[in-house]
């Protein structure tokens, strides 16, 4: 119980002592990404919406999913998403709904994506997100801002693409009382394909307040219904892990990464994809 408070007074102190460690801001999704140390930048599936929206061209059927993600064994610091894809003539739309925290403080995120391909291999996305962050203290007002997401994928070869991430264009802020700065975030990173069955993901992710951090992970994909993943970040130094299963349209994952002095952060995401005949 000790172990517990302390754990989210040090986290919430830092929320609201010192902007830049506050936990708005690009909130990665999907124990996929997870498992591969959050290294999502050239991926492309239904959590694109949140990780590079560009990412969403390549998403072809209609699919919905839903991801819980536990900090630390904390429910206070929940991280839940449900996601969702609607392919178009032209290109394929997302739509996220986020929200971290509890019922006296929580964070909320509401995005619209559109991803499409502009040339062969060259693929676009933008997303408009609303937040929304939510205090139960009567002295304290709720505060929101409105942003934007810029994502670019290039397929360089048959077994080399690279992506770009930017979160929060405009360098916004959230309004209230006070205005509260979100973070902006770039990220670059590349995607290589060894086999049909292993491929390596990197990724160099900069929030403009804070040191880089360098994302590395490696998918192993043995059988078709099987998937095994690893990986590693290097700003606070932490190892991650996961599995995914296919099955008939339905897609489990798991992740998880383990820090130091916090513990361990682990994720469950569930999606169905409804297949074209």
């Known amino acids: 119980m000790l172990k517990r408070y302390a754990i989210l007074l040090t986290f919430f102190t830092q929320a609201f002592a010192v902007q830049n460690v506050n936990a708005i801001g690009n909130q990665s999704s999907g124990a996929r990404s997870l498992g591969l140390g ?93 937040f929304l962050v939510s205090v139960a203290e009567a002295q304290t007002e709720n505060k929101s801002g409105i942003t934007a997401e810029l994502g670019l994928q290039a397929k360089v070869t048959d077994k080399l693409t690279l992506g770009a991430h930017v979160f929060n264009i405009p360098n916004a802020s959230l309004n209230g009382t006070t ?22 993901v990197v990724d160099i992710e900069k929030n403009i307040d804070l040191n880089s951090n360098l994302k590395v992970g490696v998918e192993y994909h043995p059988i078709d219904a099987l998937y095994f993943r690893g990986g590693l970040n290097t700003y606070d130094f932490h190892f991650n892990g996961g599995l995914g299963i296919k099955l008939k349209g339905f897609n489990f994952d798991l992740g998880f990464s383990h820090q130091t002095y916090l513990g361990f952060i682990s994720q469950a995401a569930l999606s169905y994809t409804i297949s074209k005949k």
Do not use: C, H
């Open 38 to 130: 959050n290294a999502n930048v050239t991926l492309y599936d239904l959590w694109s919406a949140n990780n590079n929206q560009a990412g969403l061209s390549q998403v072809k059927n209609f699919g919905i999913g839903f991801s819980y993600e536990n900090r630390f064994g904390l429910s206070e610091l929940a991280l839940k998403t449900l996601n969702m894809a609607v392919p178009v003539k032209f290109g394929t739309f997302g739509l996220t709904v986020q929200q971290f925290g509890f019922s006296d403080y929580n964070e909320n995120k509401f995005g619209l994506a559109y991803g499409m391909n502009v040339s062969e291999r060259i693929s676009i996305g933008l997303q408009i997100d609303y």
């Open 179 to 200: 205005s509260e700065k979100i973070p902006m975030t770039l990220s670059l990173g590349l995607n290589y394909k060894f086999s049909k069955k292993v491929f390596a």
